[in-house]
């Protein structure tokens, strides 16, 4: 027993220690009022290309907080890297919408007090506490960018601009059409279904109940003879409409200005149905060694400039509504390009990503969650 | 004779720990080969056999499908969800795969290694030896890579069809091409080990077979393919598990209902960040390479590796 108690101790200890380089932002549950100085340090972890120099250089230099950073390649490992090894290896993470509920869950990031951070009130609406960081109004993170999930399309191929998703369930396209290999595409299909089969009930496209599942799991099946192929990476879209006979497909706003600019006669729309799309979150671990530095990081990512040069360089689109000015100035027409500038209501139209989860609202916790989407996506695939 | 005491030291002048040591493992041989083999053996089990064995653990848990949590409780769920659908399916279509590419590097490994080691001349055999296996310093993913674009539907292949007349082949993205790339990968494992066992055939063999009558085929049917069998077991080896446990290609070049076993353990390991299915599900390579292993065995691969 005492042997035990002495280890207790001994943790204790740890953590004061830990914390006490934390003053300023108080670590006793309650939400810091002030941000104090910067410990010198911040561990990242982040998509590739979120920590470009360019933008991360001028926050050291003002803030002195050295950004250290590691690039996830998936969802599923940002969330293993907040996660293992008790979480405290690092600060923040940039999650998208397929992760972010989950780590809120797991207790691995903490709540944030938007208070702090003045570029916040410069947010579109829609972002300010959307659905997939913010839970019964507590601000898990900061939203960071966002992208729509568009169905692109050869113009030559496609003289008439086709303007369903149905395109892509179409067996006239047989092998042209290329889909993105990720269980959260069963969520394009159940909005698909929602317009189209209004029967099913669906509402959400994240919240499906077992039949509604085998409903779109059924649509997605019949389509995959159509499908070319599931592409794992960005750049095998851009491969396959260039020149691997792919006409049409589910995309991103990045393939498209890729292909654009590689002369390869493309063009995107947002379907009648409306589209899904990813939001990321610079999220603050619940046990991170540089909170100072970490609330720093959420006031100067936020800022117009960094927004915009972040938008620009990665394909995406800002959440803060004053970075358009600043995307023009760094690339002429970004900002209308990237639709940063779109009234309110188009942010409000786009179905973001969140992780399906069992307890999905109705109260009946009769919701499919990610392990029964990802199985059914195995199950899709063949 | 008397015995001198300083000629007994001779020849040893240190006693010492080093020297009562040694004494000790001569008398007691058995000791002595513990000693010598403890290190490698230790190193086998706790770096190898102890990654299995944890490995096989995990399978017997499940995660917290929210949290992501491993779930220490034993149950044998994993390996149930193994038999249902579009599981059996997966290992068949790998099975096949691998079968496939086993069987086309033999066929084409078989007369090349054939022609280095009794036609080639020796400068030729090195030159086609470091040809073969030239393609093996090259990152793996370069050349899967390369051969999307040879298949490409305006890639090499195409482009060659085309110049001699023949329609397009559009076998980008499937299970063929799987197959083509498998093959082209692991061929150079296949080559080395039949060289070896074609090369140890003495010449007199062959010509003894010719005394007694033997034409070049039934020499070849006789006598070179019975004793060149264990380099193709060996060999068989290599490309059929390494086939079995790939997921690079499939996703690269396979295109839908191209899933292998390796593809879903990645999916189970990287998307829906469920360890202990995807632990479960990669003993079943570990099942097919163990059967695999001891009928090559009896076909005496282990001779020739």
């Known amino acids: 027993m005492k042997r035990i108690r002495f280890v207790h101790v001994a943790l204790a200890a740890i953590v004061v220690a830990l914390a006490v380089p934390a003053a300023g932002v108080s670590k006793a549950g309650a939400l810091p009022t002030s941000v104090g100085k910067g410990e010198g340090k911040l561990t990242l972890v982040a998509w590739e290309g979120y920590t470009e120099k360019q933008w991360v250089a001028p926050f050291e230099k003002q803030t002195g907080c050295k950004v250290q950073a590691k690039y996830a390649g998936s969802s599923n490992d940002m969330f293993n890297l907040m996660t293992s090894g008790g979480g405290s290896q690092y600060d923040m993470v940039s999650a998208s919408g397929d992760a972010s509920l989950r780590l809120i869950y797991a207790g691995a990031v903490a709540e944030v007090n938007v208070n702090l951070i003045p570029s916040y009130k410069d947010f579109y609406k829609a972002f300010q506490s959307p659905s997939n960081n913010t839970v019964d109004g507590k601000h898990y993170g900061i939203s960071l960018q966002f992208g729509p999930n568009v169905l692109m399309y050869n113009t030559e191929a496609f003289p008439k601009k086709p303007t369903s998703w149905g395109a892509i369930y179409d067996p006239k396209n047989k092998g042209k059409i290329t889909i993105p290999d990720n269980p959260i595409q069963i969520a394009d299909a159940a909005l698909y279904l929602s317009k189209t089969k209004p029967a099913l009930g669906i509402t959400d496209p994240y919240e499906l109940t077992k039949a509604q599942l085998a409903a779109v799991v059924s649509l997605l099946k019949q389509q995959r003879p159509l499908v070319k192929k599931y592409w794992g990476l960005a750049s095998d879209q851009i491969d396959l409409f260039k020149n691997g006979g792919s006409t049409i497909g589910a995309s991103w706003p990045y393939q498209v200005n890729t292909l654009k600019a590689a002369k390869v006669p493309v063009a995107s729309v947002s379907p009648k149905e409306g589209v899904t799309g990813w939001l990321d979150t610079w999220m603050l671990s619940s046990k991170a060694k540089h909170p100072n530095c970490a609330y720093k990081w959420m006031q100067y990512i936020t800022q117009p400039k960094p927004q915009a040069q972040q938008a620009v360089y990665f394909g995406e689109t800002p959440v803060n509504k004053k970075a358009c000015k600043i995307m023009d100035q760094l690339a002429k027409g970004s900002c209308a390009q990237y639709s940063a500038n779109a009234p309110e209501s188009y942010y409000r139209s786009i179905k973001f990503w969140k992780t399906p989860i069992a307890d999905c609202g109705n109260g009946k916790k009769n919701c499919m969650d990610l392990r029964a989407w990802t199985t059914a996506w195995t199950q899709i695939k063949g | ?305």
């Open chain 2, 1 to 305: 004779m008397a015995t001198d005491p300083a000629l007994l030291t001779e020849g040893s002048p240190r006693g010492g720990a080093l020297r009562s040591v040694s004494r000790f493992s001569w008398r007691r041989p058995g000791l002595k080969t513990f000693g010598q083999i403890s290190a490698p053996v230790a190193a086998f089990v706790f770096v190898y056999v102890a990654a299995l064995v944890a490995l096989l653990i995990k399978g017997f848990w499940t995660t917290d499908s929210f949290t992501g949590k491993v779930v220490r409780s034993w149950n044998l769920d994993n390996f149930r969800t193994i038999a249902d659908a579009p599981y059996p399916t997966i290992v068949l279509r790998t099975l096949g795969i691998a079968a496939a590419v086993t069987v086309t590097c033999m066929v084409l490994a078989f007369p090349y290694a054939y022609f280095l080691v009794r036609v080639a001349s020796p400068r030729l055999r090195l030159v086609l030896l470091v040809a073969t296996v030239l393609p093996l310093w090259v990152s793996y993913l370069v050349r899967v890579y390369s051969w999307r674009l040879i298949l490409n539907p305006d890639g090499a292949l195409n482009w060659v069809l085309n110049g001699l007349g023949l329609p397009d082949l559009n076998i980008a993205y499937t299970n063929w091409a799987m197959w083509l790339v498998f093959t082209y990968i692991w061929f150079p494992f296949m080559v080395l080990p039949v060289y070896a066992a074609l090369e140890r055939i003495p010449y007199s063999y062959v010509e003894a077979s010719a005394d007694l009558g033997g034409r070049g085929l039934t020499t070849l049917r006789r006598v070179i393919l019975p004793l060149a069998i264990p380099g193709l077991a060996a060999g068989s080896i290599f490309t059929f598990s390494l086939t079995l446990g790939d997921y690079i290609a499939p996703s690269l070049v396979g295109g839908p209902g191209s899933s292998l076993i390796g593809t879903v353990v990645f999916d189970n390991l990287g998307l829906a960040n469920n360890a202990p299915f995807a632990a479960a599900f990669a003993t079943v390579p570990l099942a097919i390479m163990a059967v695999y292993l001891v009928l090559m065995k009896r076909l005496g691969a282990f001779e020739s590796l």
